[in-house]
């Protein structure tokens, strides 16, 4: 799938089907958050591959607005050790393995609220690292609502050299 083709059509997907995603696929998605850009190439991420139904639950019970977890076929929790710019370079990472896994059928949603030190306890991991998310992935049980995106009109969000310029008068001088 072409970059603007995965971006265009990814939604958010908080209902999967309980199909499992094959390890090689997993695998590819980790390898895009692995190849992600990071601030002075740090590569500060840690990611944490949760299939286990029993951890899913839990974790799902660690956010007001993430049940959804429970029904993954897996979920990706994402840490940062010693991260100057944590939420930048995880955003990154995460968004890269989150289209990546759009490109091959999977999708999948950015949760926030966590209670963080419930997660770390939950997965084991140090107490000094910070948390960015736990995303669940899965098949989409819904087939997704291609190009039905609901976002704001471009001449509400961008301009030309100066704020207030709308962004039609790069059209119009080329
Ligand atoms: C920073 C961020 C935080 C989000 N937090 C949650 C969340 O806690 N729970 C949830 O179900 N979706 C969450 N989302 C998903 C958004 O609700 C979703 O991307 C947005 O509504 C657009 O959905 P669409 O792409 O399906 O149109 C979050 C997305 C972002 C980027």
Redesign the pocket.
């Given at each position: 799938m072409e970059v603007m083709e995965a971006i265009r059509t990814?939604?958010?997907?908080?209902e999967f089907r309980p199909d499992k995603v094959p390890k090689d696929i997993i695998i590819k998605i980790l390898e895009a958050g692995r190849l992600a850009h990071s601030s002075k190439n740090t590569q500060p991420w840690r990611f944490i591959v949760v299939d286990d139904k029993d951890r899913l639950s839990l974790l799902s019970k660690t956010?007001?607005?993430?049940a959804?977890i429970a029904n993954a076929a897996f979920a990706i929790a994402l840490f940062m050790e010693n991260a100057k710019l944590p939420e930048v370079d995880g955003?990154r990472a995460m968004e890269d393995m989150m289209l990546v896994a759009w490109s091959l059928g999977v999708g999948s949603?950015?949760?926030?609220?966590f209670d963080e030190e419930k997660v770390k306890q939950i997965l084991n991991v140090p107490k000094e690292w910070k948390l960015i998310?736990v995303a669940p992935f899965g098949y989409p049980v819904k087939p997704a609502?291609k190009g039905?995106?609901?976002?704001k009109a471009l001449e509400e969000i961008a301009y030309y050299n100066t704020y207030g310029n709308p962004i039609s008068r790069m059209i119009e001088q080329r």
């Open positions: 990814n939604l958010a997907v908080r956010t007001p607005t993430g959804h955003a949603c950015w949760i926030t609220n998310t609502r039905k995106k609901k976002r």
